[in-house]
């Protein structure tokens, strides 16, 4: 099934919502472990499952929509916890097929991919889970568009080009 279509500003929006539902401030960043437990408390039918570096093939990490189950290889865990900006962006793109209700077993893996590159409804969901993972980390709100690209970096710990990307997004 195809995911409904959502305009950009729509898809911040539900971001933004889903983030305040979990109790994350807007003017704070997210913390990966918290939003692990967050996720398990609001949502009892997640889960997260750390895996063996290499298991998900190409995949930086996997969200499995019939088991409900977010699959974490061990090296990205580890980046995630200690802050690493990158890390914690593949996590918030899965959480995104997750909130978004995406059907199927979906990754992050680079754009323009095989899958992507073949299948619009594949093609259609990546986009949403990028935008989605950068407004979840960057919430469209009217002091965050005030900041600069090294501002947001900084201030929501995610990677200088992640927070160009949202910057130039925000305009
Ligand atoms: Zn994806």
Known sequence: MAPAFLTDAQIDARALAHRRELGFRDERGVDFMTLMTKLKARY??????????????????????RAKRLLIPEGVFAAANRGEGRALMTVAHEVGHALLGHDGTLQRAPAGNRAERLSPRIRAMEYQAR????AFLIPDVEAVRHMSAGEMSEHY????????????ELK
Not at 44 to 65: H, I, K, M, T
Not at 131 to 134: D, L, V
């Open 131 to 134: 935008r989605y993972a950068a």
């Open 44 to 65: 009892p039918s997640f889960a997260y499952e750390r895996v063996p570096d290499g298991q998900l093939g190409e995949a930086e990490a996997q969200w499995d929509s």
């Open 157 to 168: 710990g995610v990677s200088m080009s992640a927070a160009m990307v949202r910057k130039s």
